[in-house]
């Protein structure tokens, strides 16, 4: 602890905390697009006097309305670039921010203004150590993370073309009493399962029917099965539907017909069934949706059903083993070195920034740097002030490494 009082100046905390008290005393809950800008020049007036060009764009949002985009750039040297991101909305407006001992209570606090505060005086620790200015660095302040991400998935995709690492300043957690960096995060396919049968009175011909019902049923029973514990994948029969041709596909009139004895009588000829897939690494996920594919074509073909499986939207997942290793590890030594032990997490769930990466595959992330705490998205969020202290010595330490 001595340690980390002398290399930090006492100052520059309690810089940070007053910051991040300001930012949560400003609404930003998504929608709210003026107070989501107020957020970002509050930020860029901070990084401006850093040293940094503010440039705040505007891209359609939900329902088109615009929302504003921040962007915070070093000088460039037209070398790969160092790309942070973070989001300035957040689930509910502001309260007024309370400080209890080393917590600050605020909506928004943990998630994840905080993670901004440290940006802010990590830049000022990094100031106090080193001669010249930091270069080839970019922030980047999206407006609609925690609803529907469409401007933030369109602004990170094109802020991470060419960047060398991309680092999420999202907060940490804490497994097991110990603090976390992320590394890994699921991603995502959807997929659809039609079923066609062969429809016959179940009274006076059922053995020449083809229920479709049963083909999809046992289908989602054993896609179902092939998810896995721990890291694994797992797959979700998140809707399955099924009965004659007219039930299934006019379900807008035709859903008066369940709960009632109409049609009962009938082998049903349709079913449609629709999830999703998550998984850790492309091959994992690629592997799955094979298997799928393999057992609708086996199903059917047993049961003489037209069986169809087909793949929608997609997300890629941040593979914990991927490019990004080394960095994590290099941090978790920067931590251990000034005595802040730190675990991996290697499977946090939701799908976040580093999913709109336009290759996740080849770019080094590093998730999760942002300062613990909890409550996130109630009004009794909170954010250690500690922990908050610790990360801003290793975000530091980090450019330190970067930099070079
Ligand atoms: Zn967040």
Known sequence: ??????????????????????????SSESGNAAG??????????????????????????????????????TPMTGGPRLLLVGHLDTVLPASPPRLDGRRLFASGALDMKAGFAMFVAALDMLAARRDGPLVDVEL????????????????????????RALLVLEP??????????????????????????????????FWSGRSALAAAADWSRRAHALSRPEHGPTVNVARLLAGTAAFVDRLETS????????????????????GEVRYLSESEGKEVLATLARLAHEIGRENEIDLRFTTGGSIAPVDPRGPGVRLVERTMELAAARGFELVVEEDR?????????????????????????????????WVDLDSLRRRIVLLADLFMILAD
């Open 36 to 73: 989501i800008r107020q957020v970002g020049e509050r930020l860029g007036t901070e990084l401006a006097s850093r040293g940094f060009t503010i440039e705040i764009r505007e891209l359609p949002g939900a329902g088109d309305a615009p929302l504003p985009v921040l962007h915070a750039r």
């Open 140 to 163: 980047l302040g999206v407006p609609d993370e925690e609803s529907g991400s469409r401007v933030s998935a369109a602004a990170v995709r094109e802020a991470s073309r060419g960047v």
């Open 1 to 26: 602890m001595n340690e980390l009082r002398t290399i930090q100046p006492a100052a520059i905390h309690d810089a940070a905390t007053a910051l991040l008290t300001d930012l949560c005393s400003i």
């Open 255 to 274: 859903h008066t017909l369940f709960g009632t004895a109409r049609h009962r009588n009938v082998v049903p000829d349709r079913a449609r069934a629709e």
């Open 349 to 381: 769930g939701g799908i976040s920034f580093p999913n709109y990466l336009e290759d996740p595959g080849r770019i080094a992330v590093l998730d999760g740097l942002g300062p613990v705490g909890d409550g996130m998205h109630t009004r009794e969020e």
């Open 172 to 205: 940490g957690g804490v497994t097991g009493g110990k603090e976390t960096l992320v590394a890994g995060r699921r991603g995502m396919t959807d997929w659809t399962l039609e079923a066609t049968g062969r429809p016959s009175h179940s009274g006076l011909a």
